[in-house]
């Protein structure tokens, strides 16, 4: 199965438990941040706002603290300018990793990913030559075990889903990203378990790796993650369901 998947729902999940809630807080607000001021601050018009003020209220984030992200980004209140930014990195095996920034210093933030990159055995890619191999995709999981597998798809479908397949033991719901939130927002009705949801930048064809390279690349994506500026980060490794959850334990 493509590792990318199943990497969502463990980071998902440890977010959740994560005691460090402060530094996703932060990561969700500079989303917010940005997504109005690019768009606006009504949630019903801006789609990249709405989602990620569900995200924000998901994960608990009190609403002065959204509404102050908000305010920020329209201009109403005084706020940091952050820059989006894409890496395109190499990890151990050849898997490539598509690293999406937000940062209001873009010499640090590529200096210290320079590094941290180095340091787990992977290497900074020229422009171009990693996001070919991704497109943006609305991805919403499902643990397989008690759910009714015909009702997710049903479901999923009928709100506009392209595809629903199976990945080990989750379910894959994936659409076009302007049918994300229709799609979630329907699985949510029926009350389908969601494991994680997100629009994400998905591989178009996967590396399959394991043993020490599987370790090295498992590093360098947490790595990645808990850097303060990342926002997200996409895949194209394809490991072993057993081995993936053995090494992100």
Not at 70 to 78: A, D, H, P, S
Not at 130 to 144: D, N, P, S
Not at 209 to 226: M, W, Y
């Amino acid at each position: 199965m493509s590792g990318h998947s199943k990497w969502s729902s463990i980071k998902h999940k440890k977010a959740h438990k994560d005691a460090r809630r402060g530094k996703l807080f932060t990561k969700l607000i500079k989303e917010i941040t940005v997504a109005a001021r690019m768009g606006g601050g009504d949630i019903n018009a801006n789609p990249r706002l709405r989602t990620a003020v569900v995200t924000a209220r998901q994960n608990s984030m009190p609403a002065e603290n959204i509404d102050r992200a908000i305010k920020k980004g329209t201009g109403e209140l005084e706020g940091v300018t952050y820059e989006e930014m894409t890496y395109e990195v190499y990890g151990a095996g050849g898997v490539a990793i598509l690293v999406q920034v937000l940062t209001d210093n873009r010499t640090r933030t590529v200096a210290e990913l320079r590094s941290l990159v180095q340091k787990n055995a992977g290497s900074l890619g020229a422009t171009g030559s990693v996001a070919w191999m991704f497109q943006k995709r609305g991805l919403v999981t499902v643990e397989r075990a008690g759910v009714d597998e015909d009702r997710v798809m049903e479901v999923a479908l009928e709100a506009g889903a392209e595809d629903v397949r199976e990945a080990g033991d989750i379910l894959e719901v994936l659409s076009a990203p302007e049918k994300f939130e229709a799609v979630r927002t329907a699985l949510q009705q029926a009350t389908v378990p969601i494991a994680s949801a997100e629009i994400t930048m998905m591989p178009q064809s996967t590396v399959p790796i394991s043993g020490k390279p599987a370790e090295q690349t498992v590093r360098l994506l947490e790595a990645l993650e808990d850097h303060d500026d990342v926002q997200s980060v996409s895949s194209n490794m394809d490991i072993a369901p057993e081995e993936l959850e053995r090494l992100s334990a």
